[in-house]
């Protein structure tokens, strides 16, 4: 075949020997495979897939045991980074036929890829437990929407009446929101990045074989930032005395602050998102008792003025802090994700996949590559933080208010001030069964 030449000299050390530097290059096209001195600098996809695609007439049995090493590194990596891929049943088969065929390659290859199965399967295992216990959740959240007035709501919501009776420390408090945030990014596979921005094209009628793809930790991520939010208003908007709702506030604010300290971007963004909701805002008479100099200036360290520059000038420093670390808190970095996901998205729509010649756009995809190849490298942190139980199962479990709950407790706590605010406090009354 045509490819047999130029990849068998890729094992050929000769090739690439100084003889050639005072000559000039020689180019080769073969089947869409762009050649200079016998080495490959660019394809199209379809020629370098079959490149690498063993056939009846072309496969490397003969170099088996020279090659063996590298595919093992391969599937280790892929397995490894991507290891949704091998949810599907095609996808595994053909990775326990490709380790009988390395068999006839040599013993400690063969041992490899055993210990790469084993550790794929272990780790399948895991995502699919974490998983199971997200779809657990929701239900659990569902179930504590269901529909109740708003004082038997209160009631239920109020718990031990107040967030500081659990836990009255907004270091600890903040930890607590690390060790979640560090949780769920661990779940969130490379692979859902592409799945969540692919975009099938109509010629596509087929199933294909990443057709069930799921991006459910992505989401479920996103869903969490949301849910913060609506707690800490909730929270907020809870107390009946004046005094209470300040301390809240001045709590929360504490928490975002060791949030920043921390490297925790996500969880101060969605405290000062819960914050900002009219709901909190329109609490004048509680924010007057609040000293808010340090939650302005957290507000400005996220301001989205200028496309996030201060927050995206803190995201560099906790990255180098992290680059020279010597203790596992200082190696937390946990991104804004919704902003982290957007960058994503505008590289991966602003850049062709293919250039005018039709060969693939390395330079876009390594960009990406860079982007999440970071991602993985903040995900990979252990926290290094002491559990506190409660706290943590009041972070995921406690019910919340909706948006129309949250409204209307605002103008309980502190009444209307125009006929609008009266009117809308009315009408919520009727529709909450207050």
Same mark, same amino acid.
């Given at each position: 075949?045509?490819?047999?030449?130029?990849?068998?000299?890729?094992?050929?050390?000769?090739?690439?020997?100084?003889?050639?530097?005072?000559?000039?290059?020689?180019?080769?096209?073969?089947?869409?495979?762009?050649?200079?001195?016998?080495?490959?600098?660019?394809?199209?996809?379809?020629?370098?897939?079959?490149?690498?695609?063993?056939?009846?007439?072309?496969?490397?049995?003969?170099?088996?045991?020279?090659?063996?090493?590298?595919?093992?590194?391969?599937?280790? *990596? /892929?397995?490894?980074?991507?290891? &949704?891929?091998?949810?599907? =049943?095609?996808? $595994?088969?053909?990775? +326990?036929?490709?380790?009988?065929?390395?068999?006839?390659?040599?013993?400690?290859?063969?041992?490899?890829?055993?210990?790469?199965?084993?550790?794929?399967?272990?780790?399948?295992?895991?995502?699919?437990?974490?998983?199971?216990?997200?779809?657990?959740?929701?239900?659990?959240?569902?179930?504590?929407?269901?529909?109740?007035?708003?004082?038997?709501?209160?009631?239920?919501?109020?718990?031990?009446?107040?967030?500081?009776?659990?836990?009255?420390?907004?270091?600890?408090?903040?930890?607590?929101?690390?060790?979640?945030?560090?949780?769920?990014?661990?779940?969130?596979?490379?692979?859902?990045?592409?799945?969540?921005?692919?975009?099938?094209?109509?010629?596509?009628?087929?199933?294909?074989?990443?057709?069930?793809?799921?991006?459910?930790?992505?989401?479920?991520?996103? *869903? /969490?930032?949301?849910?913060?939010? &609506?707690?800490?208003?909730? =929270?907020?908007? $809870?107390?009946?005395? +004046?005094?209470?709702?300040?301390?809240?506030?001045?709590?929360?604010?504490?928490?975002?602050?060791?949030?920043?300290?921390?490297?925790?971007?996500?969880?101060?963004?969605?405290?000062?998102?819960?914050?900002?909701?009219?709901?909190?805002?329109?609490?004048?008479?509680?924010?007057?008792?609040?000293?808010?100099?340090?939650?302005?200036?957290?507000?400005?360290?996220?301001?989205?003025?200028?496309?996030?520059?201060?927050?995206?000038?803190?995201?560099?420093?906790?990255?180098?802090?992290?680059?020279?670390?010597?203790?596992?808190?200082?190696?937390?970095?946990?991104?804004?994700?919704?902003?982290?996901?957007?960058?994503?998205?505008?590289?991966?729509?602003?850049?062709?996949?293919?250039?005018?010649?039709?060969?693939?756009?390395?330079?876009?995809?390594?960009?990406?590559?860079?982007?999440?190849?970071?991602?993985?490298?903040?995900?990979?942190?252990?926290?290094?933080?002491?559990?506190?139980?409660?706290?943590?199962?009041?972070?995921?479990?406690?019910?919340?208010?909706?948006?129309?709950?949250?409204?209307?407790?605002?103008?309980?706590?502190?009444?209307?001030?125009?006929?609008?605010?009266?009117?809308?406090?009315?009408?919520?009354?009727?529709?909450?069964?207050?």
């Amino acid at each position: 075949m045509p490819q047999t030449t130029p990849y068998s000299s890729k094992f050929n050390p000769s090739t690439y020997s100084s003889s050639h530097s005072h000559r000039q290059p020689v180019e080769e096209n073969y089947g869409g495979l762009h050649y200079r001195d016998n080495k490959l600098v660019s394809g199209s996809l379809e020629a370098l897939i079959q490149l690498l695609v063993p056939t009846v007439d072309y496969y490397p049995d003969k170099r088996i045991r020279e090659i063996a090493p590298k595919i093992v590194q391969l599937l280790t *990596e /892929w397995t490894e980074t991507f290891p &949704y891929d091998f949810r599907d =049943e095609r996808m $595994m088969r053909s990775l +326990k036929e490709m380790t009988h065929r390395l068999a006839f390659g040599d013993e400690l290859s063969r041992r490899a890829m055993q210990r790469l199965i084993q550790r794929l399967l272990r780790k399948l295992t895991t995502l699919g437990q974490y998983e199971e216990s997200l779809a657990t959740s929701s239900a659990a959240a569902a179930a504590m929407d269901r529909p109740l007035t708003l004082k038997s709501k209160q009631q239920l919501v109020r718990r031990e009446e107040c967030v500081l009776n659990l836990c009255d420390d907004p270091f600890v408090f903040a930890q607590q929101l690390t060790h979640i945030e560090m949780e769920r990014l661990s779940y969130i596979g490379p692979e859902e990045f592409v799945q969540a921005f692919a975009q099938k094209r109509p010629s596509d009628n087929h199933k294909s074989l990443f057709s069930k793809r799921k991006v459910s930790n992505l989401e479920a991520y996103v *869903e /969490w930032f949301n849910r913060l939010s &609506y707690l800490i208003a909730t =929270e907020i908007c $809870m107390p009946v005395k +004046k005094k209470h709702r300040a301390r809240v506030l001045e709590f929360f604010i504490d928490v975002a602050q060791e949030c920043f300290n921390i490297g925790n971007f996500n969880s101060l963004m969605a405290i000062i998102t819960g914050m900002n909701m009219n709901p909190v805002s329109r609490l004048k008479k509680t924010w007057n008792k609040v000293n808010t100099d340090k939650f302005d200036i957290l507000v400005h360290q996220m301001d989205p003025s200028s496309n996030f520059y201060s927050y995206r000038t803190a995201l560099r420093g906790a990255t180098q802090r992290s680059s020279t670390a010597h203790t596992s808190q200082e190696m937390i970095v946990i991104p804004f994700f919704s902003l982290f996901i957007k960058d994503i998205y505008f590289l991966n729509e602003g850049c062709v996949n293919r250039l005018p010649n039709s060969h693939i756009n390395f330079e876009k995809f390594w960009e990406l590559a860079k982007q999440v190849s970071e991602f993985l490298s903040w995900r990979q942190v252990i926290c290094p933080f002491e559990r506190d139980r409660k706290t943590l199962q009041y972070l995921i479990s406690a019910p919340v208010f909706s948006e129309d709950e949250l409204q209307l407790a605002s103008y309980e706590s502190e009444g209307p001030e125009n006929n609008l605010e009266r009117d809308t406090r009315r009408s919520l009354r009727s529709e909450c069964f207050f």
